[in-house]
C-alpha cells in the first residue's frame, strides 16, 4: 500500500478506457469461495507480490498480523502475482488469514506518482469506472472472493490544484462503486488523507455520489488507529476504516522477511436491507406497474434504481388498485405482497427467489380504504402489520398473523382526511418502533408519526421536505446502507424517480434515482 511500483500498461481500446487485460479473459469457475474480510479489527500488512504459503505459515505463527492485504488486478498493479491463486487463497483463510483485496486501476490525470501510468479518462470517468469494477469482480470472482466481499481501490496521492482531474476522479469512483453495489460487492477506496481521502469526506453527503462504503486512508505517522483530524466521526462512522500508518520497510518474522506496509483495520460488513432487495445484491429495489399491467423490480445499488434494468414478476396485474410491500409475512426468510384488487379483495403473494408464488386471499371489501400502506411490526409479536385509512378517515392497523392472516382491524388515529401519501417509513427515529410518514395538504409537507407498540405516540415531527410535488411515496427501507430508513417517490413533473435520504429525526435533501416513471404508478 504505497501502492507502490506502479506498471505501465496500455489500454486495450479507446471504448474499454482503463479497463484491465484480465477482463478479456473469461475467469475459471473458483472451486472455493469466501467472504473477505469479514469483521475483521486488528493489525495487517500488505506487500507489492503475495507471499509464498511456507512464508505466510512462518508470518502466521509469531508476526502480530492477522490479516493481509493482495492486489488481485488493475492496470497499474506494480508486481506479478505467481502465488495469487484460488488455492493459496483458499489455504491463507483456512489458516485463519483475513484477505484485503486491492485493485490498482486507472489513476488520477494529476497524479504525484510520476509518468508511467494509465490514468482516468475524465471525459468518460463514469464509464471507465464501472468498466474498471466489472473486471475487478471477474479477479475476485477467479480467486474465489464472493459477493459481500470488500474490494478497495487504490488511488494514489494526486495534486490538489485541478479541478478538472479532481471531478475525474470522483466520477470514476462513482461508476467504481455502482457497479460493485450491482454486483453484490463492496466498495474501499485507498488514497492519502490529504488528497483523495478528502475529496472524498467532501463529497461524502453529496446527492446522487454513490460513496465508497469503506475508507483506507494513509497517513504514515506511526500511529495505530483508525481515527484522524481530518476524517470526521460522521463519515464511515462504526468499523468502516482501515489506516495505513507506515509505508514501506522490511519486518522479520519465523526466520522469513517481507517488505511490507503496516495497516490497522476496523471492518465489519454492513447490514443488508431488510426491504425490497428483489435482486439478492443487499440494496434495495423498487417495485411499480406499468400502464400494460406488468409488475416489475426495478434494481436499486445505492444511488440509483436502474428503469432500464427492470425485471418482470408478475403479468395481469391490471386489476389491482393498490399493492404494498409487507415484509416476511409468512416468515420463509423473502419479502413478501399484499395487493389489493378493484373488488376489493385483498391478497397474499408469497416472495420466492424468482419473483412470487401462488396467491391467497387473505381479506375483502378492502375498497372502501385508502392509503393502504406497510408499516413492519408495530405490534411486536414477529409479524408484519398493515395500516389503511377508512372513509371515516380514521386509521387502523391491520396486524399480521400466524399462517400468512390479517386481523380484523383496530382503531390507531383519527383525523386523517387531511393526510395523503402514507409509507411506513421504518424504525426512522431509529428508537425501536417503526414509524410513518405522510403528507399534509394544508402545507404540503412531510410529517412523520412516531411509533410505540401497537400504534403510534400522537407525536408528529417535521421532515422539512415539501411534497406537493410529489406522488407514490414509499419507504426503501436503508437505501444508501447509511444506518437510517429512506423515502422515495415520483416527481410528478418530471417523472424521475427520487430519494429522500433519512436522517434520524429529518429528511436530507432529495436527489434523482432515475427516470422514465412517469407512468410507473403505483410504486411499493
Not at 487504490?154 to 454486483?183: I, K
Not at 468499523?239 to 514501506?248: A, D, L, N, P
Request: proline share 5%; hydrophobic share 35%; with cysteine.
Amino acid at each position: 500500500m504505497s501502492r507502490r511500483k506502479v506498471a505501465i500498461t496500455a489500454l486495450i481500446s479507446a471504448v474499454v478506457v482503463g479497463m484491465s487485460v484480465f477482463a478479456l479473459q473469461r475467469a475459471d469457475a473458483a472451486t472455493y469461495s469466501t467472504v473477505q474480510p469479514g469483521s475483521f479489527t486488528g493489525y495487517a500488512f500488505d506487500a507489492c507480490t503475495a507471499p509464498p504459503s511456507a512464508s505466510m505459515k512462518a508470518w502466521k505463527a509469531s508476526s502480530p498480523y492477522k490479516a493481509i492485504g493482495i492486489y488481485i488486478g488493475g492496470v497499474n498493479r506494480g508486481c506479478a502475482q505467481p502465488q495469487l491463486t484460488n488455492a493459496w487463497v483458499k489455504e491463507q483463510v483456512q489458516a485463519g488469514w483475513k484477505l484485503l483485496p486491492l485493485y490498482v486501476g486507472p489513476q488520477a490525470t494529476c497524479t504525484t506518482i510520476g509518468p508511467g501510468r494509465t490514468s482516468i479518462d475524465n471525459a468518460h470517468a463514469d464509464t471507465q469506472g464501472r468498466l474498471t469494477a466489472q473486471d475487478a469482480i471477474v479477479q475476485a470472482t477467479a480467486l474465489g472472493l464472493a459477493r459481500d466481499s470488500v474490494i478497495i481501490y487504490d488511488m494514489e496521492s494526486y495534486r490538489t490544484d485541478d479541478p478538472v482531474c479532481r471531478a475525474g476522479v470522483l466520477a470514476f469512483m462513482n461508476g467504481w462503486t455502482a457497479r460493485l453495489h450491482d454486483n453484490g460487492y463492496f466498495s474501499g477506496f485507498y488514497s492519502s488523507v490529504a488528497s483523495g481521502v478528502a475529496d472524498q469526506v467532501a463529497a461524502y453527503t453529496k446527492p446522487g455520489y454513490t460513496r465508497p462504503d469503506y475508507v483506507d486512508f494513509a497517513r504514515w505517522d506511526l500511529k495505530v488507529t483508525v481515527t484522524d483530524a481530518q476524517i470526521p466521526a460522521t463519515v464511515w462512522p462504526g468499523k468502516r476504516r482501515m489506516k495505513q500508518y507506515r509505508g514501506g520497510h522490511k519486518e522479520t518474522y519465523g526466520g522469513v522477511t517481507i517488505n511490507i506496509d503496516n495497516d490497522y483495520v476496523d471492518f465489519a460488513p454492513l447490514p443488508k436491507t431488510k426491504a425490497a432487495d428483489f435482486t439478492g445484491n443487499g440494496w434495495s429495489d423498487v417495485l411499480g406497474k406499468s400502464p400494460t399491467g406488468y409488475l416489475s423490480a426495478f434494481p436499486g445499488n445505492g444511488s440509483l434504481v436502474d428503469f432500464n434494468q427492470r425485471r418482470t414478476l408478475i403479468s395481469g396485474f391490471n386489476a389491482m388498485s393498490a399493492f404494498v410491500r409487507i415484509g416476511d409475512l409468512n416468515r420463509d426468510g423473502r419479502e413478501d405482497l399484499i395487493a389489493r384488487q378493484s373488488n376489493g379483495d385483498l391478497w397474499f403473494y408469497p416472495g420466492t427467489t424468482t419473483g412470487f408464488g401462488t396467491r391467497k386471499k387473505v381479506g375483502a371489501g378492502f375498497h372502501v380504504l385508502r392509503e393502504i400502506t406497510a408499516i413492519g411490526d408495530l405490534t411486536g409479536d414477529g409479524y408484519p402489520d398493515l395500516l389503511a385509512v377508512s372513509k371515516g378517515n380514521n386509521l387502523y392497523l391491520y396486524s399480521g398473523q400466524a399462517g400468512s392472516k390479517l386481523s380484523g382491524g383496530k382503531l390507531v388515529g383519527s383525523g386523517w382526511g387531511d393526510k395523503t401519501e402514507l409509507a411506513g417509513a421504518g424504525d426512522f427515529n431509529r428508537d425501536g418502533f417503526p414509524d410513518l410518514a405522510a403528507r399534509k395538504n394544508a402545507d404540503g409537507k412531510l410529517y412523520l408519526w412516531t411509533g410505540k407498540k401497537g400504534g403510534f405516540t400522537g407525536k408528529s415531527l417535521a421532515l422539512g421536505t415539501g411534497a406537493t410535488d410529489l406522488r407514490d411515496l414509499i419507504g426503501v427501507g436503508d437505501f444508501d446502507r447509511d444506518g437510517y430508513p429512506d423515502l422515495a417517490a415520483v416527481q410528478k413533473s418530471t417523472g424521475s424517480l427520487m430519494l429522500l435520504p433519512g436522517a434520524g429525526t429529518t429528511l436530507r435533501p432529495a436527489f434523482r434515482l432515475g427516470g422514465g416513471y412517469s407512468t410507473i404508478t403505483p410504486l411499493a
